[in-house]
């Protein structure tokens, strides 16, 4: 059974830096993401690495502000986010996948099995 727990989230001004950290626990994971979800917005793709980080992969509004940052010693993934902006206010998703080489991560929300129960992030203007 894999659980992926967030931490980091909270309120902070546009122009600060906020950074979450997703532990995981249970069986061996391959790539790794976070997504978010604005309210009344449906989920999308913020952020995905390859199992040894090899590979990363940004929306572009995102790009340059976050960074994804995975340490498989620790089973941790973070996301370094800054010069944070009112419209990345959302609830924060770690998942993860099993699928694909070492090399591999993905932006699609179904290739991820295994999720975990969010962090809020709110940027206040």
């Known amino acids: 059974q894999v659980q992926l727990v967030e931490s980091g989230g909270g309120l902070v001004q546009a122009g600060g830096s906020l950074r979450l950290s997703c532990a995981a626990s249970g069986r061996s994971l391959n790539f790794m993401g976070w997504f978010r979800q604005a309210p009344g917005e449906e989920r999308e793709f913020v952020a995905a690495?390859?199992?040894?980080?090899?590979?990363?992969y940004y929306r572009a509004s995102v790009k340059g502000r976050f960074t994804i940052i995975r340490d498989n010693a620790k089973n941790t993934v973070a996301l370094q986010m800054s010069s944070l902006k009112p419209e990345d206010t959302a609830v924060y998703y770690c998942?993860?996948?099993?699928?694909?080489?070492?090399?591999?991560?993905?932006?699609?929300?179904?290739?991820?099995?295994?999720w975990g129960q969010g962090t809020q992030v709110t940027v206040s203007s």
């Open positions: 998942a993860a996948g099993r699928q694909g080489s070492i090399y591999y991560f993905s932006d699609r929300e179904d290739e991820y099995e295994y």
């Open positions: 690495i390859s199992r040894y980080g090899d590979n990363t």
